[in-house]
């Protein structure tokens, strides 16, 4: 059974930076590509970037603009999301997922198999 746990969420001022964590333990975790989702009150889930098995292919929500980057450790079976230059639209929870199945269609979260509990990330004025 696949567990994913994230961390590293809280309160930031805008402007500020964070770096989330997920680490995914029961399964071999190159086996799986990731993604980061969020989810603000009232909206649903959205897309917000991906990673391959291997670290050589990331993706990104076209409303980045370059202040989201994926990254992950195999060593340490994490996957991370740092944020920066952060806005008050930011302000949601952010889950991480995995895709054992390696789709194409990695904005879509119906296929992921796996999600974590959600760290919540709130940027204040």
């Known amino acids: 059974q696949v567990q994913l746990v994230e961390s590293g969420g809280g309160l930031v001022q805008a402007g500020g930076s964070l770096r989330l964590s997920c680490q995914l333990s029961?399964?071999?975790?190159?086996?799986?590509?990731m993604g980061w989702f969020r989810q603000a009150p009232g909206k649903e889930r959205e897309f917000v970037a991906y990673i391959d098995w291997s670290g050589a292919y990331t993706a990104y929500t076209d409303s980045a603009n370059g202040r989201f980057t994926i990254s992950r450790d195999n060593a340490k079976n994490s996957v991370y999301l740092r944020i920066n230059n952060l806005k008050t639209e930011d302000t949601a929870v952010y889950f991480c997922?995995?895709?054992?199945?390696?789709?194409?269609?990695?904005?879509?979260?119906?296929?992921?198999?796996?999600w974590g509990q959600g760290t919540q990330v709130t940027v204040s004025s």
């Open positions: 997922a995995a895709d054992l199945g390696g789709s194409t269609d990695y904005d879509d979260p119906r296929n992921y198999d796996s």
């Open positions: 029961g399964r071999t975790f190159t086996d799986y590509a």
